[in-house]
Structures are given as C-alpha cells and as structure tokens.
C-alpha cells in the first residue's frame, strides 16, 4: 500500500518535465523509482529529498531542451521560407532599379520629374536590400522588407496618377510582389516565426 502511494508521488513529481520527456523515458523512470525503492533502506524524508532533489536540478534542464529543439527547427523552418522570399527581393528589386533607368533613358520617363525616376531607383535598391536581409536573417529584414514594400506601392499609386511610364510587368512586379512580401511578413510575424524584429 505505502510503495503504491509513493508510485503516485513520483508520478506527480514526474509531471514537472515536459511531456515529450515523460512520454519517452517515463516509464523507464517509474521503473528506476521501482527498484530505488527496494533497495532503499527506509522511503523516509532523506530519500524522497533526494528524489525531488533531483527532479528540481534536471526537470528544468528538460524544459530547456525541449525550447531549445522547438526554436531550432523553428529557425531551419523560418529560414527555409525566407531564402525564396529573399531571392525574389533581390533579384525584383534590382530589376525594378534598372528598368526604371532604362524606361527613362529611352523616354518612357519624360516628362516625370527625374526626382521620381531616382526615387524608383532607390526604392529597388532598398527592395534588394531587404532581400538580402531576408537571406541573412538579419534582425531588421521583416522591417526592411515591410518598409521597402510599401514604399513600392505608394510610388506606384504615385507614378499612375502622374503618368503611367511603368511598363506593364514592371507594373505587375511593382504591385503583386509588394503585396506578397508583406503578406509573408505579416504572416510571419503572426506565427511567431519571422518575429525576425
């Protein structure tokens, strides 16, 4: 009767480590208590001092295993997701900056005031940037990638109510992919994984 509440003590004191831990080597350190209980000399106050003694020292040793496992295949996940998201910035980003030289060398532009045109060049610049934040995991590239798309899109609206000189993929590229970048930075941030800020 004694050994079968005792079993029941430890199996509460066995509640402090995570469930991962429990559900793996729980039965086995049941088992363990089992024959510490045999072989002890009495079940008194030294033994289970011991054992909770040791529940305190390694339980939270667990836990911190088990966040440590959790936030590393959260980062290889997160980071698997942000390459792509990373490439793409970079390689708009530096298209956008080149078409709009090119749409303005080649009279696309005239008439724009060149303050636009440079300001195309460098939201580009700033897209792939991000880009490059994304891809190295920098602590600002949600912020930098947020930033640099809706910058875009204001330029856009800008650059259509003054005088549509964008071509119609540079449009495409200039709308679609801000939107998506901040669609994957919003979603990111809302599961907790791009909280890259």
Not at 111 to 127: D, S, T, Y
Not at 137 to 145: H, K, R
Request: include cysteine.
């Amino acid at each position: 009767m004694m050994a079968r509440r005792a079993e029941r003590a430890y199996a509460l004191l066995l509640r402090a480590y995570p469930s991962a831990f429990r559900a793996r080597y729980g039965r086995e350190m049941r088992l363990t208590f089992r024959d510490l209980m045999r072989d002890a000399d009495t079940t008194g106050p030294g033994f289970w001092m011991r054992i909770i003694s040791d529940v305190a020292r390694t339980a939270p040793l667990e836990h911190a295993d088990a966040l440590r496992a959790r936030w590393s295949s959260n980062s290889r996940l997160e980071e698997s997701r942000m390459k792509p998201m990373g490439m793409l910035a970079v390689a708009i980003g530096l298209l956008q900056s080149v078409n709009a030289i090119v749409e303005l060398t080649h009279g696309g532009g005239a008439g724009l005031p060149g303050f636009v045109v440079i300001l195309a060049v460098v939201l580009g610049i700033l897209l792939a940037v991000a880009g490059v934040a994304l891809l190295r995991g920098a602590a600002v590239a949600s912020t930098l990638a947020a930033l640099a798309a809706v910058c875009w899109l204001a330029l856009v609206v800008i650059v259509r109510a003054v005088r549509p000189w964008m071509s119609i993929f540079s449009m495409l590229l200039a709308v679609v992919f801000p939107i998506a970048l901040l669609l994957y930075v919003w979603m990111g941030r809302g599961r907790g994984q791009a909280r890259i800020v």
